[in-house]
């Protein structure tokens, strides 16, 4: 049995047309399957002012996802930030993880999606050179006995001692003594240099003269009696 040309045309046509939706059908299933390609990362700040590290997926397919995220020193993992996982949409979900980033700090996304993807988000996580700010504590209120200081000495108490008492000349001892009255000093002292032996003296010869005084008028009184 022949087939004719017309109908040998139409199987062609066919043939072509299938083969054609094969590979459409085919793109399109690897376009809606899980791809690393489809997450993102990025370091930021929240509205705490903590740091955070937030990875998006964009999978359509919204097949799960394990996403680990590890802080990377010198080529190694230093530590693990954390694990999360996620369903992407064509709009994207987003995990975040909490993490007190440095500036300029290396971090690695590795996604695991059952045996479609298991690899690491390209290029690697590097933070912002600027860290978040931090809230600061207030500072405590100072106590009174802490605010009350010791004022300042004055410019009139420094160490320089001022012209007038730098020019006054240092007192000697005795300056301050008060003068002895005259007469009473050096008989207070040793009595060496008293008057006492003059007045003494004095009066040992007024007695002299009156006893000799005397003698003499009796003798006087006596002769012109004889007489």
């Known amino acids: ?29 690897n376009a ?23 990875v998006t997926d964009t999978d359509a397919s919204g097949v799960e996802a394990t996403v680990s995220v590890f802080l990377e020193t010198n080529g190694a993992d230093a530590r693990q930030v954390g694990s999360e996982t996620v369903k992407g949409t064509r709009e994207g979900a987003t ?16 996604v695991t999606a059952g045996k479609i993807v ?12 600027k860290a978040c700010k931090t809230e600061e504590s207030p500072s405590p209120t100072p106590k009174p006995s802490e605010t009350s200081s010791s004022p300042a000495p004055s410019e009139s108490a420094s160490a320089t001692p001022s012209e007038s008492e730098s020019s ?35 009066a040992g010869a007024l007695v002299v003269v009156g006893g000799g005084a005397v003698f003499f008028g009796m003798r006087r009184r006596g002769a012109s009696k004889t007489g």
């Open 168 to 202: 006054a000349a240092p007192a000697t001892p005795g300056d301050n003594a008060p003068s002895p009255a005259v007469g009473d000093s050096n008989l207070a002292e040793t009595g060496a240099n008293s008057n006492t032996p003059m007045i003494a003296g004095i």
């Open 118 to 129: 298991d690899k690491d988000v390209s290029p690697q996580l590097t933070t912002p050179s």
């Open 1 to 29: 049995m022949s087939i004719s040309r017309r109908t040998a045309r139409s199987v062609r046509i066919l043939g072509v047309a299938s083969a054609t939706a094969a590979l459409a059908l085919g793109v399109a299933g």
């Open 32 to 54: 809606l399957a899980c791809n690393i390609r489809d997450f993102s990362a990025v370091a930021s700040c929240d509205d705490n002012g903590k740091g955070i590290i937030t």
């Open 95 to 110: 995990v975040t993880f909490s993490e007190d980033w440095a500036p300029n700090a290396t971090y690695r996304v590795h």
